[in-house]
């Protein structure tokens, strides 16, 4: 069974910084795309990078472009997300989850596209 366990929120202040991991059990990581996604409250879940299954390309949202970076290691079967500069507006549940069947990413990460969706880790941005 696919399982996705997300880690590394917390709180954090207004400019400060976090890495969050998604470590895969059950299955290897290396051979599919994973998406990072935030919800916060009273908002729909929206995407914020992608990583293809071999590192090699990626893609983030226009609000986090230039702040995080996404990244893997396929030997820990674990996937990064490093956040920069964080802002009040970045506060949500981050959850990572697995692109099915693509080994890019598409042009778009869209949650509908995504499954195997992990507990999700509280990111919290305030001073």
């Known amino acids: 069974q696919l399982q996705l366990v997300e880690s590394g929120g917390g709180l954090v202040q207004p400019g400060g910084s976090l890495r969050l991991s998604c470590a895969a059990s059950g299955f290897t990581l290396r051979y599919y795309i994973i998406g990072w996604f935030r919800q916060a409250p009273g908002k729909e879940r929206e995407g914020v990078s992608c990583i293809s299954s071999s590192g090699g390309s990626t893609n983030y949202a226009d609000s986090v472009k230039g702040r995080f970076t996404i990244s893997r290691d396929n030997a820990k079967n674990t996937v990064y997300l490093q956040m920069n500069s964080l802002k009040p507006e970045d506060t949500a549940v981050y959850y990572c989850?697995?692109?099915?069947?693509?080994?890019?990413?598409?042009?778009?990460?869209?949650?509908?596209?995504?499954?195997?969706w992990g507990q999700g880790t509280q990111v919290t941005v305030s001073s």
């Open positions: 989850a697995v692109h099915p069947y693509r080994t890019s990413c598409p042009s778009e990460t869209r949650p509908a596209d995504f499954g195997s």
